[in-house]
């Protein structure tokens, strides 16, 4: 099935360090959405985007609209050990189905 | 207010079998979403339903079926297990238009 691109794949870092990925597509999207996902949990949601441009807070966590429509940015500042899990993109254009993205693994060690 | 909710958790199933899978949306959401996520990967859309019809499929044979009731609660069937089966499915409810999908803990269907 249709993904979206995701980096990068995985990341180790040190607890108090900043994390950035992102996700494309070659098809445009008017809502981008950020979801955490635990082992054998459902997705939970971060941060939904609707506009081009449209930068989002959540706490440490800020995403980012792409100007092209065509990508998005998650950044977490300040790491924490409870920011690890499986982090993925997920974009919809006419709103009937969500593509979600490979998935950015991210652990956190002390 | 509870979130979405999905029975049951765990599910073990010969080939062949068919299966029925619940979930309970957000009180006040009228749409139910329908996903499998296979191990490594993200979810893969089956189906969204809105105040009872279908407003979409994904990529998945017809052994793949679903319904909403309507107290918006659906239900989703799948016919004749295959080994290829085996999945995490994911249900999510939102307001109206499919978006800001709010997401189930699954069912873990493995198939032997």
């Known amino acids: 099935g249709q993904q979206l691109n995701q980096s990068p794949q995985s990341m180790f870092i040190q607890e108090g360090e900043d994390v950035s990925m992102n996700c494309t597509s070659s098809?445009?999207?008017?809502?981008w959405l950020w979801y955490k996902q635990d082992p054998g949990e459902g997705p939970v949601l971060l941060i939904a985007l609707y506009k081009a441009g449209e930068l989002t807070s959540n706490g440490r966590l800020t995403a980012q609209f792409g100007i092209t429509r065509k990508d998005s940015f998650l950044n977490i500042s300040a790491s924490i050990p409870s920011d690890v899990g499986i982090y993925f993109c997920?974009?919809?254009?006419?709103?009937?189905?969500?593509?979600f993205g490979t998935g950015t693994r991210l652990q956190v060690f002390p | 207010d509870a979130g979405v909710t999905q029975s049951p958790t765990h599910l073990i199933k010969t080939r062949g079998q068919h299966v029925t899978l619940r979930c309970s949306p957000i009180s006040g959401h009228k749409s139910v979403s329908w996903y499998q996520q296979v191990l490594g990967q993200g979810p893969q859309f089956i189906f969204q339903y809105y105040e009872k019809e279908e407003r979409g499929r994904g990529n998945f044979p017809d052994r793949f079926s679903a319904r909403q009731f309507p107290n918006y609660s659906s239900e989703l069937n799948v016919n004749a297990l295959l080994l290829g089966d085996s999945a995490l499915y994911l249900c999510a409810s939102s307001r109206w238009d499919g978006t800001e999908a709010f997401f189930g803990q699954g069912t873990r269907l493995t198939v032997v």
């Open positions: 098809s445009i999207f008017n809502t």
């Open positions: 997920a974009g919809t254009y006419n709103t009937d189905k969500l593509i």
